[in-house]
């Protein structure tokens, strides 16, 4: 049976979850609720980096993306950010919508596997 590692896990989810060689992420937003589409944007992804690095892997490693938008009107401003954020030539497969976020005042949110 292969082992499953979890960290930064409360009663309801954990934020990363190891197996088989492979990362999941939970989804990953701001910090800043209030910010613009690109800094909320760069915090996220700020996030993903750090949570990434705690099991072990990177940003060069990822597999697949999902973002989620409060409006498309976001996009261009959020693609700004992620073009300068991904590995060239390690860019993930990705989706990208809009959707209605748990939380009305964040811009975008942002879920990514990795390989080890």
């Given amino acids: 049976m292969s082992e499953i590692t979890r960290f930064e896990q409360n009663h309801r989810r954990s934020r990363v979850v ?19 589409i690109d800094e909320q944007t760069r915090q996220a992804l700020a996030n993903i980096d750090r949570t990434l ?8 490693r990822l597999l697949t993306a999902q973002i989620w938008l ?8 959020m693609n700004a950010v992620w073009d300068a954020w991904v590995e060239p030539g390690q860019t993930p497969t990705r989706c990208c919508g809009e959707v209605r976020l748990a939380d009305a005042k ?3 949110e942002i879920v990514v596997t990795a390989a080890l």
């Fill in 18 to 36: 190891v197996h088989g060689g492979v990362v999941y992420l939970a989804g990953h937003v701001a910090d800043d609720k209030t910010a613009s």
């Fill in 53 to 60: 690095a705690t099991a072990g892997t990177d940003k060069s």
């Fill in 70 to 77: 409060r409006s498309m009107d976001d996009y261009e401003g």
């Fill in 106 to 108: 964040l811009r975008v």
